[in-house]
């Protein structure tokens, strides 16, 4: 395999590992009780910081729109990274001639975007996070298709039709 493909795949793993983490945790976390005098300013800060598991009585809590819109976009996202790491992984890394550029900076901002989301003590930024992520995937799927295209390959068209694929896929995120 292209080493430069191995050290693709090897930060988009990890950054595929600190999405589900993220997800996981955001679903097991329960919503802090306002106290009397907390106002609404302080509820919002309290319900983005890091918290700690909710107790099981708190487990049919009830999520605002946009905590669902969120973990949405999140899962989604998720699943074009598996499809992107699935194509590198079984298709790319199956090419005869590994003559196509690529460029692991994008691979690891990838990574670190995810790093720096899933560390952030409030949830203020979240949004342009995910935005940032979702840009990162989509310029990652537009370097492999431009670089796939410009190289002549029997092996290459279906791999590019399959990025295609998923590049569509991001016009639903």
Same mark, same amino acid.
């Given at each position: 395999?292209? $080493?430069?493909?191995? %050290?693709?795949?090897?930060?988009?793993?990890?950054?595929?590992?600190?999405?589900?983490?993220?997800?996981?945790?955001? $679903?097991?976390?329960?919503?802090?009780?306002?106290?009397?005098?907390?106002?609404?300013?302080?509820?919002?800060?309290?319900? /983005?910081? +890091?918290?700690?598991?909710?107790?099981?009585?708190?487990?049919? *809590? *009830?999520?605002?729109?946009?905590? %669902?819109? *969120?973990?949405?976009?999140?899962?989604? !996202?998720?699943?074009l990274t598996s499809e992107? @790491?699935?194509? &590198?992984?079984?298709?790319?890394?199956?090419?005869? &001639?590994?003559?196509?550029?690529?460029? /692991?900076?994008?691979?690891?901002?990838? #990574?670190? @975007?995810?790093?720096?989301?899933?560390? #952030?003590?409030? /949830?203020?930024?979240? =949004?342009?996070? !995910?935005?940032?992520?979702?840009? /990162?995937?989509? =310029?990652?799927?537009?370097?492999? +298709?431009?670089?796939?295209?410009?190289?002549?390959?029997?092996?290459?068209?279906?791999? %590019?039709?399959?990025?295609?694929?998923?590049?569509?896929?991001?016009? =639903?995120?």
């Amino acid at each position: 395999m292209h $080493r430069a493909l191995q %050290v693709c795949i090897a930060h988009q793993q990890s950054a595929l590992a600190i999405l589900h983490q993220y997800l996981q945790d955001q $679903r097991h976390l329960g919503p802090e009780p306002p106290s009397p005098g907390q106002t609404t300013r302080n509820r919002f800060k309290a319900a /983005c910081s +890091t918290r700690e598991p909710a107790p099981s009585s708190t487990s049919s *809590r *009830r999520r605002t729109l946009l905590q %669902v819109a *969120r973990e949405s976009k999140l899962t989604r !996202l998720i699943g074009l990274t598996s499809e992107l @790491l699935y194509l &590198e992984q079984n298709s790319l890394s199956q090419l005869q &001639e590994p003559h196509f550029q690529l460029d /692991c900076k994008l691979s690891a901002e990838l #990574r670190n @975007l995810c790093n720096r989301m899933a560390t #952030r003590a409030d /949830c203020l930024q979240l =949004d342009a996070d !995910l935005k940032a992520i979702e840009r /990162c995937l989509i =310029d990652i799927v537009h370097q492999l +298709t431009i670089s796939l295209s410009s190289t002549s390959s029997e092996s290459h068209p279906h791999a %590019v039709d399959v990025l295609k694929r998923l590049s569509n896929k991001f016009l =639903d995120v």
